[in-house]
């Protein structure tokens, strides 16, 4: 069965840290590029952080240099360590496998005090 399975969400509060996992099943998870997104209320989902196959790293500028993403592929996990949390970081967290196109079904990750 191919899926996602997010975890590690959350309550927090401001400048606290979470770290999130996606662990996946029925797909080469070493071919694939992970990426995280979010989506706050009302708002469209954005983009976050990928990490590709190889290992190389990016991240949206509203998250570099307090999120970071890794993977480990005998586990075919991927993470997003999250640190200096902020109230506008409140969102569903989603990863997604993007050479297959699978996503995950979200975790609520809320910074609020």
């Known amino acids: 069965q191919v899926q996602l399975v997010e975890s590690g969400g959350g309550l927090v509060q401001p400048g606290g840290s979470l770290r999130l996992s996606c662990a996946a099943s029925g797909i080469i998870f070493s071919a694939n590029a992970m990426a995280w997104y979010r989506q706050a209320p009302g708002k469209q989902r954005e983009w976050v952080a990928i990490?590709?196959?190889?290992?190389?790293?990016n991240y949206a500028d509203s998250v570099k240099g307090r999120f970071t993403i890794s993977r480990d592929n005998a586990k075919n996990t991927a993470y997003l360590q999250m640190s200096n949390l902020k109230p506008e970081d409140t969102a569903v967290y989603y990863c997604?496998?993007?050479?297959?196109?699978?996503w995950g079904q979200g975790t609520q990750v809320t910074v609020s005090s």
């Open positions: 990490i590709a196959n190889g290992g190389a790293t």
């Open positions: 997604s496998a993007r050479r297959d196109n699978v």
